[in-house]
């Protein structure tokens, strides 16, 4: 399965993590499956000096497109939960809609000749 990423973030579904590929760095989706969860990683993540705003903003759509956690974990102000076995689907379709999208784009890819021929 194809893995998706977010700038240097990566969702790496064969081990249940969204990782930093220039340092290594992961966050353990079994370790985001409520909103307290997923806030304090985010603030965790934000007092790094290596995370710029655009590394910041980058693992906010990752969390976005893996979890959809304003819906799923904290919508109308309410504290919801995931279970392992939820997030672990959600990461699985995560990873297929991208494979999916690359599938489609490559439908309507440009061909080009070559002139020398």
Partial sequence: MSNKTWGNW?????IMCIEHSVNGYQISLDECL???QVLDWVF???????VTSEE???????FDDVF???S???SVGRNKSLTKE?????AETAAQRKTDL???SNLFAPTYRDDAE
């Fill in 86 to 90: 939820e997030m672990h689907r959600l």
């Fill in 10 to 14: 990566e969702l790496r579904v064969e």
């Fill in 34 to 36: 409520t909103s307290a």
């Fill in 68 to 70: 959809e956690p304003q």
């Fill in 44 to 50: 965790q993540m934000r007092a790094k000096t290596w």
């Fill in 56 to 62: 910041m903003a980058n693992l906010l759509d990752a």
């Fill in 102 to 104: 690359k599938e489609f």
């Fill in 72 to 74: 799923r974990l904290c």
